[in-house]
């Protein structure tokens, strides 16, 4: 069974469904309300568990209802929470989420995610050093992000990061990366000076590009490739990134080639998109691999 260590923000979604997203000082009227468990670190850590890995979280959650109903949800999905501390008088993380138009517009308010810090996170190095993969988001703050791989790159851990949101990265946070997994936006703010075709050429399995609905882009050392996602009829696309994550680190935890992997997560990703909310539609190992 693979050992991941997830390291990133927890949340609760808000989450308004509607046939129109909003312009700037508009207001329309929404069909539906629900609140479910997310964040970006969150929702990898419950995919992976899902998709059969032995998961550790780390990360913070205030001291309020919502903290309470993230914690219920982790043990509830088999994801080991002794490193997820609430925060005392501090609210938990909250995404703000639209469905219109299908596909979502998210607002992310961190809250007791800014709480992930370096020293919190050095708490927890017995679990990051037993780890065969970790996994890192930037709904942190940034200075953890460069600490973590800083700490996977001294034990010679492999290290994916997800840079979502965007934001600038360190050189040093790339440099120690082992595997990258922006989207199209993402990559464009990391390698600014560069084209998508110099910053793919410039790191060869390790940079791996998302790009919706036409798949996953990334260079073999002699050529571009694009592993092809899959065609369904999407409900909600939210958490489909975290879903393709997960199962990307499941799959390269497991000895999966790079190509599987990217194929095994194109799958999971795909599925999660069939069902409500961010986690609602995260499926198991047994039903991706009868899909595959």
Known sequence: ???????????????????????????????????????????????????????????????????????????????????????????????????????????VVKAANNEVTPAYVEEALDAIRSSDIVLIQQEIPAETVVYVSEICAKYQIPFLLNPAPAREVEKSVIENATYITPNEHEAAIMFKNMSLQEALRKYPHKLFVTEGSNGVRFFDGEQEVVVPTYKVEAVDTTGA????????????????????????????????????????????????????
């Open 1 to 107: 069974m693979a050992k991941i260590s997830v390291i990133g923000s927890s949340s609760m979604d808000l989450v308004v469904t509607s046939t129109k997203r909003p312009g700037a000082g508009e207001t329309v009227l929404g069909e539906s309300f629900t609140t479910v468990p997310g964040g970006k670190g969150a929702n990898q850590a419950v995919a992976a568990a899902r998709l059969g890995a032995d998961v550790t979280m780390i990360g913070r959650v205030g001291d309020d209802h919502f903290g309470q109903q993230i914690l219920r949800n982790f043990e509830e999905n088999h994801v080991r929470i002794g490193y997820v501390k609430p925060v005392t008088h501090m609210e938990s993380g909250t995404a703000h989420i639209v469905l219109a138009e299908g596909d979502n517009s998210i607002v």
């Open 241 to 292: 990134g975290d879903t393709f994550n997960a199962a990307f680190a499941v799959a390269l935890a497991d000895g999966k080639s790079l190509a599987d992997s990217v194929k095994f997560a194109n799958r999971a990703a795909s599925l999660s998109v069939t069902k409500f909310g961010a986690q609602g539609g995260m499926p198991t190992r047994r039903e991706v691999e009868e899909q595959l």
